[in-house]
């Protein structure tokens, strides 16, 4: 008897979406027109509160603003919102198409996601192949990032399945770890091959017990 994993839990960037452009991390400083170094150092201390959505876009980039000792008028947060989405925005073809075939087979697929309220809603609007998924946890609506281990059991409750069950892919060996801790098993993602290696091993396992 085999043990086919009931459901995938995704993460998004790194994943099935790339992460931020070189081209993108040179608009954003481009449009916050601020020294380099000093920009991506605040971008991504108050990062976190933004993602969990406990602040929103325009309250985050003048956080960011106050951070750099600069001043960023109503046009020039709505510029950084408006390039911060499309650093973030090119998903990866092939691991969309792995997506498709998932839940075409049948497949429970769910997501799980470190990423601000514009964002998400963004790729709400733009991508279809998030149909797919029932559970999206983005994080600025479940209150909880990676690797927080708050992330993960929000998944647990709103997939109501055994950890055992669950495969989780994501790219950051700590967001693994969290997800072992809860007692989700993980696979650092690498490549769409790799991932697909990664599922026919879980589903030829025995099953527990």
């Known amino acids: 008897m085999t043990g086919t994993t009931s459901t995938v839990l995704f993460d998004l960037f ?31 201390a108050l990062r976190p509160p933004y993602d969990r959505g406990e602040v929103t876009g325009p ?22 919102i408006e390039a911060d989405i499309a650093s973030w925005s090119a998903v990866d073809d ?4 792995v997506v ?16 601000p309220e514009e964002l998400a809603a963004h790729y709400e609007a733009q991508h ?6 029932p559970v999206r946890a983005f994080s600025c609506r479940i209150g909880h990032a990676k690797p927080e281990p708050g992330a993960y059991r929000w998944c647990l409750n709103a997939l109501r399945e055994e950890p055992d069950r669950i495969l989780f892919v994501d790219d950051r060996q700590e967001n693994i770890r969290a997800a072992e801790a809860t007692g989700i098993p993980g696979h650092l993602f690498t490549t769409p091959a790799r991932l697909r290696e990664a ?7 025995p099953s527990p017990g």
């Open 128 to 133: 279809r192949w998030l149909r797919h998924f």
């Open 199 to 205: 599922l026919a091993w879980w589903d030829a396992r």
């Open 14 to 44: 790194g994943v099935i979406a790339h992460h931020q452009s070189a081209e993108g991390r040179d608009r954003l400083v481009r449009t916050a027109d601020v020294d380099d170094r000093a920009f991506w150092e605040a971008y991504w």
């Open 100 to 115: 498709e075939e998932l839940a075409a087979s049948g497949r429970r697929i769910a997501l799980l996601s470190n990423i």
């Open 94 to 97: 092939a691991m969309v198409a």
């Open 59 to 80: 309250g985050y980039w003048q956080r960011v603003a106050d951070a750099l000792g600069a001043r960023f008028d109503s046009r020039r947060i709505a510029d950084l």
